[in-house]
């Protein structure tokens, strides 16, 4: 098992403040293993769980391992040119904008029809009869359609 692992979880116990660290740390471990980050991760998380009588991990590394995980599955680059680790709000960014890019034209038009559909579905199981409770089921599905765009 990867001491620098167990270093950012047990880091990540201790307060928010060290989430900063639980991300370095957990960078740094991928440099170190590689295709086997998920594997060590796993048992990092279930020796503290056991030693730390936890169920689930800590919010600063929950977050870390899920921005580090979905970054490499997206080939999102965790160091810069320098070997200098990114922050991990700039690889959300990155994780943000490549999701974007990943939604084509007829995809966001499903998730329209489908939200639509459903408010529809929404208005008939109320039976509304009052037009201004009508008009605000209207409003919310306007925003959720917006939204989706």
């Known amino acids: 098992m990867s001491d620098l ?5 047990t880091n990540s116990l201790a307060a928010d403040a060290s989430s900063e660290n639980c991300w370095t740390k957990m960078v740094e471990a991928y440099t170190l293993y590689g295709s086997d980050l998920k594997k060590e991760l796993k048992n990092t998380e279930t020796r503290i ?9 800590p919010n600063a590394w929950r977050s870390a391992k899920s921005v580090v995980l979905i970054a490499l599955a997206k080939g999102i680059n965790l160091c810069d040119d320098n070997s200098k680790i990114i922050g991990k709000t700039e690889v959300q960014n990155q994780i943000k904008a ?3 890019s990943e939604v084509t034209p007829q995809e966001r038009a ?6 639509a559909e459903a408010a529809m579905e929404n208005l008939a ?3 509304l009869t009052n037009l201004k409770e009508e008009q605000g089921y209207w409003e919310i599905i306007s925003e959720r359609v917006m939204a989706l765009k």
């Open 49 to 57: 769980k056991e030693e730390y009588s936890l169920t689930s991990m």
């Open 125 to 127: 199981r109320k039976n």
């Open 5 to 9: 692992l167990y270093e950012a979880a």
């Open 110 to 115: 499903h998730k329209l029809m489908y939200a």
């Open 98 to 100: 490549s999701k974007v």
